[in-house]
């Protein structure tokens, strides 16, 4: 992203070359001097060292309180906001930037084509940080949904099967007294034809 952003906040964009003379291949120009601290700060908050990050942002803090000058202020902003550190917070840098821009400021011309690229990308970043959020948001409530209408269905058939016991064992003790009163019957029968005068 940066050389893209550098060549393209140079004013005087490439040279124009001569149809006469044969191509040669261009090497990128290099920043402009007054856009190295900016490039010294990204660079130093590049993923990989957390330390080093710790200690830029600390660093690009202080210069911001002690002088609060726009371009103090574009520094810490920009190491705020940049990815990959435990730190990092777009939504804060994009309101420093956008309120640095929004107000009169001593940024020249590359400074302020560099503060609002950022700002696009800070701005990029903080919706896609909050759709994130709303898909993850969405992927517990129906993780929830699901574990109610789980336990709900457990307790249904919980109580179906409480049910189902309680008609076994109510047919159960129907299906005991029926074999009770046949078994009375037939004590009934067998005492009836033995107390009976033998037959002739």
Do not use: W
Request: glycine share 4%; with cysteine; hydrophobic share 40%.
């Amino acid at each position: 992203m940066l050389p893209a952003l550098f060549a393209c906040a140079s004013p005087t964009g490439m040279a124009r070359q001569d149809e006469s003379s044969p191509a040669v291949a261009a090497s990128p120009a290099p920043p402009p001097s007054n856009l190295a601290p900016y490039v010294e700060t990204l660079a130093k908050m590049a993923p990989g060292d957390p330390a080093r990050q710790q200690e830029e942002l600390a660093a690009t803090l202080l210069a911001a309180q002690q002088e609060r000058s726009a371009a103090n202020n574009l520094r810490y902003a920009l190491a705020l906001g940049s990815a990959g550190h435990a730190g990092s917070n777009p939504v804060e840098a994009k309101r420093l930037i956008s309120e640095l821009l929004a107000t009169p400021n001593s940024l020249d011309p590359f400074e302020t084509t560099v503060a609002g690229a950022f700002l696009r990308e800070f701005d990029a970043r903080v919706v896609l940080y909050a759709e994130l959020a709303r898909q993850r948001e969405e992927s517990e409530q129906q993780l929830r949904s699901h574990d109610t209408s789980a336990d709900k269905r457990a307790e249904a058939l919980a109580a179906e099967n409480k049910a189902l016991r309680r008609a076994l064992a109510e047919a159960e003790r129907k299906l005991e007294a029926v074999a009770e009163m046949e078994r009375t019957l037939l004590e009934q029968a067998s005492e009836t034809e033995l107390d009976a005068p033998p037959r002739p």
